[in-house]
């Protein structure tokens, strides 16, 4: 099992739509996570697929047939800044390498 | 509530020499786990434990040894601290294996010189 973050960083302006990139490769129904780690902060969980609910504006849908599970906000907030991180679990979780998302004003 | 808890936060070592970090949780969480997080990298986790008496090794294995003392606090050695370990620790716990919230201490930053 693998999950790719493909960009490291993303920069985006205040009120532009942000798309956050994540694949994966899993043999079974993989259950699939955003964490989120804002500076001075601890890690943690922002949503799961299984949740199908959107925080703090974010939403995340699994597609089975692109093996993806983008995050994805629709108009982007400078308190959006924060490195994030998609995680798959199986009998343990891994993560991907992580995005930077740094919003501009 | 304290949640996890991670000691100590800062630690510098001369290669060669031996250290470990502590984590203990109070959320009466079943399985534990050691991540480190270096830039570019990622979270690579590097053992955990799925229930009290179990270890797992995880991606990053190599150098490192584990002990769950009980349910509440599993540690981390480094035996002969390399500064490929230099790096921030992060340990989490979760409700079990089958629960896929993590709940994350604050981070070890590590540097071996």
């Known amino acids: 099992q693998r999950v790719t973050q493909p960009e490291k960083l993303l920069s985006v302006f205040k009120g532009a739509p942000v798309e956050l990139k994540c694949n994966y490769s899993y043999s079974g129904s993989p259950e699939l996570f955003w964490y989120v780690q804002y500076s001075r902060q601890r890690l943690q969980l922002l949503l799961r697929h299984i949740s199908r609910e959107s925080i703090k504006g974010f939403t995340a849908d699994l597609n089975k047939g692109e093996t993806s599970f983008h995050l994805k906000k629709p108009f982007a907030q400078e308190e959006d800044s924060a490195m994030y991180y998609c995680?798959?679990?199986?009998?343990?979780?891994?993560f991907g390498k992580g995005t930077r998302l740094h919003i501009l004003p | 509530n304290a949640g996890v808890t991670q000691t100590p936060k800062f630690q510098v070592l001369k290669t060669g020499q031996s250290m470990t970090l502590q984590c203990a949780q109070d959320?009466?969480?079943?399985?534990m786990y050691w991540y480190r997080q270096d830039p570019g990298m990622g979270l690579r986790l590097i053992y955990y434990?799925?229930?009290?008496?179990?270890?797992d090794k995880g991606e990053v294995p190599n150098g490192y040894n584990v002990s769950r003392l009980n349910k509440r606090e599993f540690s981390l050695r480094l035996e002969s601290a390399a500064p490929s370990q230099t790096s921030v620790y992060f340990c989490a716990s979760s409700a079990g294996t089958g629960a896929g919230e993590l709940f994350f201490g604050e981070g070890s930053r590590l540097t071996v010189l």
């Open positions: 959320m009466n969480h079943n399985s």
């Open positions: 434990s799925a229930s009290e008496g179990t270890t």
């Open positions: 995680a798959l679990r199986d009998d343990k979780i891994i």
